[in-house]
């Protein structure tokens, strides 16, 4: 089975098994704060007022036993969550800053996430500085026992408003290392054409981060189906080997750098941004 075709049927079977189960079970989420089913309740914290000008703000997903969300880049078995900021007002671009995810394994495969609670830290930049700000904000995500259920929650704040802002600092503490702080060389990526698409292979000069090792591969455009990494040492080197596959199932050009590779452990993690042809 090709790369191309492990993609279709790996997608055709979650979309079945999604469809059942929410046939059977559905969930809607609705505004924060409301705790949806007893599944997830979420909330807005209103932060501060940065040193650049732009406010920083809170999400706090709060999630019921046994039950999980996922991170930007979910893994196989995952949902990645989707943000529509289109009804807010004096807001001119938002950016979303990811705490150091876990990793989880269920029925053969590997997803990336949160389980209890995470704050996920909204930076907002203005249109108008010293204005008030009102976000209006639409999420799509995937929260997941032992099946996922897609969910939509609708989240409303106005900003400034005083807060407690140590939840947030903390989520921002937690984020990976970036390569510089973590102590990593330079990472080289080998490019290799496929029938459907291309083979990357990093090699990435890092210490061990302890216990197992992940390291996930994304890239600009979020339609490339990209698969899990193999994950492998070599001396002092991480290897990490991804298939690519684009909508086309055809090779196609690659700009290293924009490759991004997030190394997990059960310690650590490790943002890098780009390689270069080794």
Same mark, same amino acid.
Not at 55 to 70: E, S, V
Not at 121 to 126: A, D, G, H, K
Not at 258 to 264: C, E, N, S, Y
């Given at each position: 089975m @090709?790369?191309? $075709?492990?993609? &279709?049927?790996? @997608?055709?079977?979650?979309?079945?098994? &999604?469809?059942?189960?929410?046939?059977?079970?559905?969930?809607?989420?609705?505004w924060a704060g409301n705790d949806v089913s007893g599944v997830i309740r979420a909330e807005v914290l209103p932060g501060w007022t940065t040193k650049s000008g732009t406010?920083?703000?809170?999400?706090?997903?709060?999630?019921?036993?046994?039950?999980?969300?996922?991170w930007r880049a979910p893994g196989e078995a995952g949902i990645p969550p989707q943000f529509n900021w289109a009804g807010s007002q004096n807001i001119a671009g938002v950016s979303v800053h990811w705490p150091r995810p *876990? $990793?989880?394994?269920? @029925?053969?495969?590997?997803?990336?996430?949160?389980?209890?609670?995470?704050?996920?830290?909204? *930076?907002?930049?203005?249109r108008q500085a010293g204005q008030p700000l009102v976000l209006n904000g639409e999420i799509q995500l995937g929260v997941c026992q032992d099946i996922c259920v897609p969910a939509t929650l609708s989240i409303h704040a106005n900003l400034p408003a005083k807060s407690d802002s140590a939840p947030i600092k903390a989520a921002l503490a937690a984020r990976p290392q970036n390569a510089r702080a973590a102590g990593v060389g330079a990472v080289t990526c080998r490019v290799e054409p496929l029938s459907d698409g291309l083979r990357l292979t990093a090699r990435i000069p890092v210490k061990a981060l302890g216990g197992d090792e992940v390291a996930v591969i994304e890239l600009s455009d979020p339609s490339i189906w990209i698969s899990e990494s193999q994950v492998s040492r070599q001396?002092?080197?991480?290897?990490?080997?991804?298939? &690519?596959v684009p909508a086309d199932a055809a090779p196609f050009s690659l700009d290293r750098s924009?490759?991004?590779?997030?190394?997990?452990s059960d310690r650590r993690a490790v943002d890098i941004r780009g390689c270069t042809g080794d």
């Open positions: @090709n790369a191309y $075709v492990a993609f &279709m049927f790996r @997608n055709a079977f979650k979309s079945a098994a &999604m469809a059942l189960f929410c046939a059977t079970a559905p969930v809607t989420p609705g406010h920083m703000a809170g999400l706090r997903l709060t999630l019921a036993d046994g039950w999980k969300t996922y *876990e $990793v989880f394994h269920q @029925n053969g495969l590997r997803s990336i996430g949160y389980k209890h609670q995470v704050v996920l830290p909204v *930076e907002l930049s203005p001396g002092r080197y991480l290897v990490a080997v991804s298939d &690519m924009t490759v991004r590779i997030t190394l997990l």
